[in-house]
């Protein structure tokens, strides 16, 4: 899921990732949830996925470099 990007993320931190999850909660519909409800939502879990992810690549490399400074 990692892309190559052209700009440095800024660093992301453990709180506005659980920030995140309590406002888009990665979770089933309910039954007879509107299509685009579901769609948008789904997108936006994928989102906080992607900035965990990218969060805790950035906390191994700071912890590699903290190992071989």
Do not use: N, Y
């Given at each position: 899921?990692?892309r190559e990007v052209?700009?440095?993320?800024?660093?992301?931190?453990?709180?506005?990732?659980?920030?995140?999850?309590?406002?888009?909660?990665?979770r089933c519909p309910?039954?007879?949830?509107?299509?685009?409800?579901?769609?948008?939502?789904?997108?936006?879990?994928?989102?906080?996925?992607?900035?965990?992810?990218?969060?805790?690549?950035?906390?191994?490399?700071?912890?590699?470099?903290?190992?071989?400074?």
């Amino acid at each position: 899921m990692t892309r190559e990007v052209e700009l440095e993320a800024p660093e992301i931190t453990p709180e506005l990732i659980e920030w995140l999850v309590s406002i888009f909660p990665d979770r089933c519909p309910e039954p007879g949830t509107p299509q685009d409800v579901v769609w948008v939502a789904s997108g936006a879990a994928k989102v906080v996925r992607f900035l965990r992810q990218t969060m805790e690549e950035q906390q191994e490399t700071s912890l590699v470099d903290v190992q071989h400074p």
